[in-house]
C-alpha cells in the first residue's frame, strides 16, 4: 500500500548542513534547501528534524534473541568453562524463564529497532534440547515486528551437530519448513570433533534446500585457518557465492600481514562474508579486509543471556565498542564501526543501502551531535527512528510494532 509523501525539514545528513528531505512510498525522492519542502509539497505529512544529525539505520549481522533474558526479572550465572558447560546452562535458563522465547525475543528486538537496527540476523539454538522451540519463537517474532526491523534467521545448533545427536535431523527440519533462511555450525574440529562431517551436512543442507550459511568459528591458529580453507572449498563447488558468512573468525586476528592479505583476496573471490562482534583484543581487522573487498559486518552476539549479563542489542554502542577495541583516534577511525554496522551490514544482508541519497531506502535515525565521530563516542538517544518514511520510534522506544 502507497505510504503518503513525507517531508523531513532542516535535518543534517552525516552532520551535514540543514536541508530538507522528501520521501515517497518509502524512498527518498528530493534534497531540498532546508525551509523550503513543505510549502513545495501540499498535503505532505512534515516532521521537523530540529537540525538534528540524521544517519543511516544500522544492521545487527549477529545476534541470539531466542536465549535473551531481556525484560525479565534479574538472572544469577552459574560459573562455567567453555562452550559446552555455557550450552548446558541455556537450556537451563531456557526451562526456567517464565516468558515464552516468542515473546522474549519480540521485545528485545523491538528495543534493537527503537535504537536504530533496521535488520538483523538471528542465530536461534536447534537442538533436542529446544526443538524448533527458537526458530519458532523468533519467527513470530518477525512477523510481528514486520515493517519495523527485517530479520533473517539461522538454525544454530550450539551444542554441536555430532555432539547432539538428533541435532541434524532437527536442522534439516528447520530447512525443509522455511524457518532458517541459513543453517548454522560450530567450531567444526575443536568443538565437534569432526571438520568434514559437519560441514557436508551444513552445506549440503544449505544447496538442498537453497538456504545459505553462517558457520560460529571461535577455533584459533591451525585448526581455525583448515575450516576457512575448507569453507572456501565447499563454497565454491557449490556456488555459494554472496551465501556463506563465517562468524567471529579469531583465526584470522594477528595473522602476518601477507597471509592476511592471501586469505582475504581468497574470501572475497569466493563470496564469503564475516561478522564481528568486536571482542576486547580480538575484533578483526575490519579496515584491511574491506579494502580487499571482503565483507564484514558487526553485530551484538549474546543480550544479557546465560552466556553474560552484558549487551543491550544497541548497534551504535557497539560501534562505539569496536572503536574502543581497535583503539581508534582519529575521527576515521572513530566512524569506522558505524559504517561496518550500517553500510557494511546491508551489504552483508543482501540489503539495499540507505545512505540518504536520492533514490536510497528512507531508512535514518536523528540525534543530537556536532559530527559522526562525536556521535559514536557519545552514543546519544535516538531521538526519531524512521523506516519506509515512517516514524517508528521516539526517544529510544517504538511508537508502533
Known sequence: MATPTVVFTGIRPHGGEPIDLVVTDGVITRHAPA???????????VV?????????????????????????????RKRATGIAELGQ???E??????????????????HAAAQGTRALR????????????????VADAREKLRGVVDVQTV?????????????AELMEEAARAGLADFIGGIDPIAFDHDLTGQLNLVFGLADRYGVGVDLHLHDTGRDG?????????RTRALSLAGRVTVSHSFALVGLPDAELDRRAADLAEAGIGLTTVAPAGRTLPVRRLRELGVRVGLGSDGVRDSWSPFGNADMLHRAHLMARSLRARVDEDLE??????????????????????????????????????????????REVVVRGGRVVARDGELVSG
Not at 53 to 71: C, E, F, N, Q, Y
Not at 122 to 135: C, I, R, S, T
Not at 225 to 233: C, E, K, R, S, T
Not at 366 to 373: F, I, N, P, S
Open 93 to 110: 535458563l531456557f526451562r526456567a524463564l517464565p516468558t515464552p522465547v516468542g515473546e522474549r525475543a519480540r521485545r528485545l528486538m523491538a
Open 225 to 233: 585457518l583448515d575450516v576457512f580453507d575448507a569453507v572456501l572449498q
Open 89 to 91: 546452562a541455556d537450556a
Open 155 to 167: 538454525a544454530f545448533p550450539q551444542h554441536g551437530v555430532h555432539a547432539a545427536p538428533g541435532t
Open 35 to 45: 525551509g523550503t519542502a513543505a510549502a513545495a509539497t501540499p498535503g505532505a505529512q
Open 122 to 137: 538471528a542465530h536461534a539454538d536447534v537442538a533436542p534440547a529446544f526443538g524448533l522451540a527458537g526458530l519458532e519463537g
Open 336 to 381: 569506522l564501526g558505524f559504517h561496518t554496522a550500517a553500510t557494511a551490514g546491508a551489504e552483508l544482508l543482501g540489503l539495499p543501502v540507505s545512505d540518504l541519497s536520492v533514490g536510497s531506502p528512507a531508512d535514518f535515525f536523528l540525534v543530537r551531535g556536532e559530527c559522526l565521530a562525536q556521535v559514536v563516542v557519545d552514543v546519544p538517544t
Open 48 to 76: 521537523n528534524g530540529t537540525r538534528r544529525i540524521a544517519l543511516p539505520t544500522m544492521v545487527d549481522a549477529h545476534i541470539h534473541p531466542d536465549k535473551t533474558a531481556w525484560g525479565e526479572p534479574w538472572v544469577s
